[in-house]
């Protein structure tokens, strides 16, 4: 169900905070744009502080001209001919320079700006990755990132360079009437009141359709993607999600259509109180004109000043409403490089709930002998925000260095959560999570990482060489080919090397060019191998590490696993058994709490939910 449309904000109001917070974007924007490039920055100042005079002499020229023809002085007027002539290809050139210099500073500030939105996407926590409010967001803030930082800029030199033409405009007009010029340029604010009032409802109804925005990109890649492409042809998903995509995008347009018909009525018929108004300063003039009471060369120099004066308050107001547009939209870029880290989400009660402590320690690795040697967990109580049902609560429990733990439980029980709070990924809403003594929220982030060797049972697939699908498990030795050799070799996948036409070279997936499609047994291979390319790492972390394999290779990685986890401590989730079994000590974890804690025979004899589960595995083989 689509959000209801916010309300809209007192007019008057809502336009004053809005240009008050423009003001503040504008300079946040302009310092985003002389740190990308300061020499083309200064370079479009000056070029726009520049051009601004440049029409005013090209109205002084045009009287001079004119006044020459009248006086019959030829070679006044070929001189004034000349001076306009070389004024016009200096604004061109100015022109030309400011397009040119807008271009390139805005490519340069586009790779800047969405660097800044992936930078900050990756400091980010786990938690915002799985809160919709995230992606929102993240969407919003990528919206014409690229182009909205120099366009805000570029329309702020612009507003300067109007009103500096227009004052010297205005220094010619006031010898003629100055009630007239103040008339004409109250005249042309109405027309962009209502450009202002618009932008601001398209960025509203934008905002608004954010959810739909990602669920109709989402639509395109289940059509588009080769991950889906077999289930789509085979269940005839086609048609299906095409349907759905076009009702999303067709609603999109006529959204757009409707506004856009809306501001081009309205704002075109209140443009032309400004013509009208001009036309009756012209008709003016040329009475003044024709009733010798003034010059052909003044008035030809008062209606250009007059059309291009009028023009230049014009582009001072639009340049105004181009600024509260760009404006709004910067609001949502900068909202997210302000983004609170971690996310902040809400709990049922609507009490502020964080799944990292907002204060803690700086960051360190443990200094001195630790005080025990392994994973200790003290009352822990995890919930994700806006849950009531609690994943874990009061949980206790310690695992020695060097131990190997089987995890158990039915789906959802909370295995892989676990995983995620032990590696640092979550944080406990209750309690901590202790790594030799010290709580894994105040060790330094990437110290933590370095301990543990991970695959989780929705390991990524990457798009890259096969050198770089082992080697980013320690991307520091991604070159070093003797240590992903042994990593390929623990991880059971040199058959998969051996019939790769590049070797370690050899491209992978479907994405890119010449690429080696795997089936799912070989990408797990390689995800193993990848965990063991954390030679150093003392925690093994393998999450349903052999599910897309087979019995024999199942059976080969396992035995590999326990002469290679000799002297580390390991945490297995697993469904099966015959895995399971293997590990010093098995916890099984059913509504939030460690059920049953004890080795395959105990807790065999014990005869409780492990057993249970153990003998309905082991009658599927009978």
């Not at 609507?350 to 443990?366: M, Q, V």
């Not at 042994?486 to 991880?491: E, K």
Request: charged share 25%.
């Amino acid at each position: 169900m689509r959000p209801a449309l916010p309300e809209k904000t007192a007019p008057k109001q809502g336009l004053l905070r809005a240009l008050g917070e423009s003001a503040r974007h504008v300079r946040r924007a302009t310092r985003l744009v002389f740190a990308a490039s300061p020499a083309l920055a200064t370079a479009l100042a000056v070029l726009t502080v520049s051009a601004s005079a440049v029409p005013v002499a090209v109205a002084y020229a045009g009287k001079r001209i004119v006044d020459g023809v009248v006086a019959g002085a030829r070679d006044d007027t070929l001189r004034w001919v000349a001076a306009e002539l070389a004024l016009i290809v200096l604004m061109a050139t100015f022109g030309r320079g400011l397009g040119l210099i807008r271009s390139v500073l805005g490519s340069r500030l586009g790779v800047d700006v969405n660097l800044s939105i992936l930078e900050r996407a990756t400091q980010m926590e786990l938690a915002s990755f799985e809160d919709p409010e995230f992606y929102d967001s993240l969407t919003r803030a990528r919206r014409e990132a690229s182009s909205r930082p120099v366009s805000v800029v570029t329309d702020a030199f612009a507003f300067a360079q109007n009103t500096l033409t227009l004052a010297g405009y205005a220094a010619l007009l006031v010898r003629y009437n100055a009630w007239t010029v103040g008339l004409l340029m109250l005249a042309t604010i109405p027309a962009t009141l209502a450009e202002m009032r618009y932008s601001k409802a398209g960025f509203r109804l934008r905002n608004w359709r954010s959810p739909d925005s990602r669920r109709l990109i989402y639509l395109e890649y289940l059509l588009a993607n080769d991950k889906h492409a077999k289930e789509n042809k085979l269940f005839g998903l086609g048609p299906l999600f095409l349907d759905r995509y076009r009702e999303l995008a067709e609603r999109f347009h006529r959204e757009d259509a409707r506004l856009a018909v809306k501001r081009a009525g309205i704002t075109h018929v209140l443009s032309l109180v400004a013509t009208l108004a001009f036309y009756g300063a012209y008709a003016s003039m040329a009475l003044l004109a024709a009733t010798r009471r003034l010059t052909l060369g003044d008035m030809t120099m008062y209606v250009l000043a007059f059309r291009s004066g009028q023009q230049a308050f014009q582009s001072m107001l639009g340049s105004i409403g181009s600024l509260y547009e760009h404006n709004l939209y910067m609001s949502n870029l900068f909202s997210f490089l302000d983004r609170a880290d971690p996310a902040r989400a809400r709990d049922a009660n609507g009490a502020a709930e964080t799944l990292a402590a907002p204060e803690r320690a700086e960051p360190s690795e443990p200094e001195g002998e630790p005080t025990e040697r392994g994973i200790r967990l003290e009352a822990l109580g995890f919930k994700y925000p806006g849950a009531e049902r609690w994943v874990f609560r009061d949980v206790d429990l310690f695992v020695p260095a060097g131990q190997s733990v089987a995890l158990v439980g039915h789906n959802g029980a909370g295995k892989t959560t676990l995983v995620k709070l032990l590696t640092g990924l979550y944080a406990p809403v209750e309690g901590r999570v202790l790594l030799d003594g010290k709580d894994v929220r105040e060790w330094d982030g990437e110290a933590l990482r370095a301990r543990f060797g991970v695959v989780f049972q929705d390991f990524s697939q990457y798009q890259l060489k096969l050198r770089e699908n082992v080697g980013v498990g320690s991307v520091p030795h991604m070159e070093d080919d003797e240590r992903v050799g042994r990593a390929i070799s623990r991880g059971g996948a040199e058959p998969v090397l051996e019939q790769m036409p590049g070797g370690l070279d050899t491209q992978l997936g479907k994405m890119f060019s010449e690429g080696v499609e795997l089936s799912g047994g070989q990408w797990q291979k390689l995800a193993l191998s990848r965990a063991f390319m954390r030679e150093e790492a003392d925690i093994l972390v393998l999450d349903e590490p052999t599910a897309a394999l087979d019995a024999e290779a199942e059976h080969a990685v396992f035995q590999r696993f326990r002469v290679l986890s000799e002297g580390r401590t390991t945490l297995i989730v697993s469904h099966r058994f015959p895995t399971v079994r293997m590990a010093d000590r098995i916890l099984v974890l059913e509504g939030g709490h460690v059920l049953e804690d004890g080795t395959h025979d105990a807790l065999l004899a014990a005869g409780g939910t492990y057993a249970k589960l153990f003998r309905l595995q082991a009658e599927g083989y009978t």
